[in-house]
């Protein structure tokens, strides 16, 4: 998955994790059978197969007590994030404390810095914004110090939204402009565009709609050089004055 999910190409992954779920289903393999299905339910969502996610994480959840301790935390942070993007807000916290319990337990630094991110991003999608805010600061020394660039720029973009929520524009647009910034570097344009659109979306709110339309711009530019149908929605959203 590592390419597709850098490179966005989510479709391509649909394709090469059903082939991997096949293969892992007729070995009977039950860590490859979940991180197959794990691929492909985060490419379901992100091409807005939303429902037909539940067919993969149903199979999870079916062999999820066969897998040994030291891959149970990122399963339970894979449906997490599945749930969240789902809108099962309540859920998603919960799958997301497992797997921060979890990784905790067997001192899983990254797990931990991980789960960390995505326990924050749950709190901020149920509305309890300064706990997200706290939670995903406590993972970025982690990132920093582990190398995870990527997460890292993740981070900020989720205390910028989580800022933004808060009325604190100013405080959101600084950090979703780190975030822009980090993912520039490492060059991950999907995580450079989607920050792109948060930071238009502040600058709106803000009224700058010149610097609304320029942010909004370049994230669809670079969704459509990924060839990602979000592009589209990007640029019917764009503001013009």
Request: net charge negative; charged share 25%.
């Amino acid at each position: 998955m590592a390419y597709n999910a850098v490179a966005g190409r989510w479709s391509e992954e649909i394709t090469a994790s059903r082939i991997g779920l096949d293969a892992a289903l007729s070995l009977d393999d039950p860590v490859a059978i979940v991180r197959s299905g794990r691929y492909l339910a985060r490419a379901l969502v992100e091409t807005g197969h939303v429902e037909e996610a539940n067919e993969p994480i149903d199979l999870i959840l079916k062999h999820q007590d066969r897998l040994p301790p030291e891959h149970r935390a990122a399963t339970e942070r894979g449906i997490a994030l599945v749930r969240s993007c789902q809108e099962r807000f309540i859920e998603a916290r919960e799958h997301a404390r497992r797997a921060l319990d979890i990784a905790r337990q067997l001192d899983q630094r990254h797990e931990i810095a991980l789960s960390l991110l995505e326990l924050g991003w749950g709190h901020a999608q149920l509305g309890d914004h300064s706990q997200a805010i706290v939670l995903c600061r406590q993972g970025i020394p982690m990132m920093q110090e582990l190398g995870d660039h990527r997460n890292e720029a993740g981070a900020w973009d989720s205390i910028g939204y989580a800022q933004q929520r808060l009325g604190d524009l100013d405080a959101a647009i600084v950090n979703y402009r780190k975030a822009i910034r980090i993912y520039g570097e490492i060059h991950y344009d999907y995580g450079q565009a989607e920050t792109l659109d948060h930071l238009g979306s502040a600058q709106l709110e803000l009224g700058d709609i010149e610097q609304a339309r320029e942010s909004r711009t370049r994230a669809a530019d670079l969704l459509s050089g990924l060839r990602i149908a979000h592009a589209a929605q990007l640029r019917l959203r764009t503001p013009y004055p």
